[in-house]
């Protein structure tokens, strides 16, 4: 284990078998070693807060490489497209990882983050990524 802190935040409206299975998948609980990001990020932390359920506004265009999240008290947060400095015109920047644990592919983007909670964050201009996913217990499907 590491020195980390980590939360789950579950959607308000998940009903209680939803809720332990989002919860157990986020920990890290029932998937095999190595293979998804969720259970490579438990075997990283030391201190796992208590799960929060709240509503969780989220809003991703893929194609317009921007997203929107807001989790009241927890975080808000946004991407969008990195700019070239010189130009200002929209980079498209792609990532194919055919055996990758978190994606396949992805669109790498700008990210913006502010979190007043326990786990503070305040990042602006950073590396985020946008992606679609479709993960089992034995990781990415591919």
Known sequence: MGNGVFQTVVDQRADG?????????SHGRETEPGTLIWQVFSATVSKLLPTQYKPIDLDIDLEQ???????????????????????????????????????????????????????RLDFDGTHAHLA????????VVR
């Open 17 to 25: 078998r939803q809720r332990a299975a989002l919860e157990a998948i």
């Open 65 to 119: 490489r921007n997203a929107s999240l807001h989790l009241p008290g927890i975080v808000d947060g946004s991407a969008s497209s990195i700019l070239n400095p010189v130009t200002g015109q929209q980079h498209k920047v792609q990532v194919k990882l055919p055996n990758g644990f978190e994606f396949t592919e992805a669109e790498f983007v700008s990210g913006k983050a502010k979190a007043p909670g326990e786990i």
């Open 132 to 139: 679609r996913v479709h993960w089992s217990t034995r990781g």
